[in-house]
């Protein structure tokens, strides 16, 4: 039986254990040099509605090192873009390729890619939740705290989709999440409602001081993500305060780190200080984009990984 990543709750605790450790297995044998081309002949599709960098490269990069093959498709070069129904598109890619990644405006369009394909389908990113960056933030969590289990974590920002996914990964991974957002950019109630139901265990304050007092691991993101554009100066206005900058940073715990999942706009989300210096893992999460999307892949249309 086929399955889908669309959330990070699509994961059991088990099962995202297992894709962590295979994919701190897989960085040592990148780094070693070591192959380990266990997607062979496979072949996965890359439908990108939305602009990347770091979701195109690592797929593309990662298909290739497991020995596979990527096809990187917008909808102007499928037949989606003149109007075929994306459930008609689905069943025919799926007679063609073992995987398909979804990166979508709307969470809906990789609902329906799912209902409709009979291999496996993975959310690079929709409106709701982005889940391969999720996995990528708790890979460079667990390097260097070795476990993310206790620890507490700070959102400082936007509630948008990768809030979201890292809310509801609390339930999964057993950290403990305090977001910090103005009110008319909080993380919605369902997301909460969901993740508590789960087991997470979430707080929701106004005051960024408050939220990352004690953190061990202090987030944020753009406040204006793609298609939000119209939305700029609003926003700009609405998070005034909640830069992350190095008097944010003093009020975590001493060994804290910092992540964003880039692109940053530095001066307006995070300093320059910040991104640039000794607390930010900001690159190694990046790069571990890399390495936690392969062992999704393994995982879901591989083989064991030995």
């Known amino acids: ?91 025919v890619m799926s007679r063609y390729v073992s995987g398909m990644m979804i990166r979508a405006y709307k969470h809906s369009t990789i609902e329906e890619f799912a209902r409709n394909s009979s291999v496996p389908v993975i959310n690079g990113l929709s409106d709701i939740e982005h889940p391969c960056q999720i996995l990528a933030d708790i890979m460079t969590i667990r390097e260097h705290f070795r476990s993310i289990e206790g620890l507490k974590v700070t959102w400082v920002g936007d509630g948008n989709n990768v809030c979201n996914s890292l809310v509801l990964a609390s339930a999964r991974a057993g950290f403990e999440i305090t977001v910090a957002s103005p009110e008319k950019y909080r993380i919605s109630e369902a997301v909460v409602k969901r993740a508590v139901a789960e087991g997470g265990n979430i707080t929701l304050l106004k005051d960024p001081s408050e939220a990352v007092k004690d953190a061990h691991v202090v987030v944020t993101d753009t406040w204006i993500s793609m298609g939000e554009e119209s939305e700029r100066d609003a926003r700009i206005r ?32 995070v300093t320059d200080e910040v ?29 064991e990984i030995t």
């Open 1 to 91: 039986m086929k399955k889908d990543l669309l959330s990070i709750l699509d994961l059991s605790r088990d099962e995202l254990r297992e894709i962590l450790d295979d994919a701190d297995q897989l960085k040592i044998l990148r780094k070693e040099g070591r192959p380990h081309e266990f997607l062979y002949g496979k072949a996965l599709a890359l439908v990108f509605e939305k602009a990347s960098t770091r979701t195109r490269i690592s797929f593309e990069v990662g298909m290739a090192e497991l020995g596979g093959h990527a096809l990187f498709l917008n909808p102007q070069d499928l037949q989606i873009g003149r109007g075929e129904e994306i459930r008609d598109t689905a069943r």
């Open 238 to 269: 609405a998070f005034k305060g909640f830069t992350v900058d190095t008097g944010l940073m003093k009020k975590a715990d001493p060994d804290a780190i910092f992540l964003h999942c880039l692109p940053a706009h530095r001066g307006r989300e």
């Open 275 to 303: 991104i640039e210096g000794p607390q930010s893992v900001v690159f190694d999460e990046a790069e571990n984009r890399l390495h936690a999307q392969k062992a999704v892949l393994v995982k879901m249309i591989g083989r």
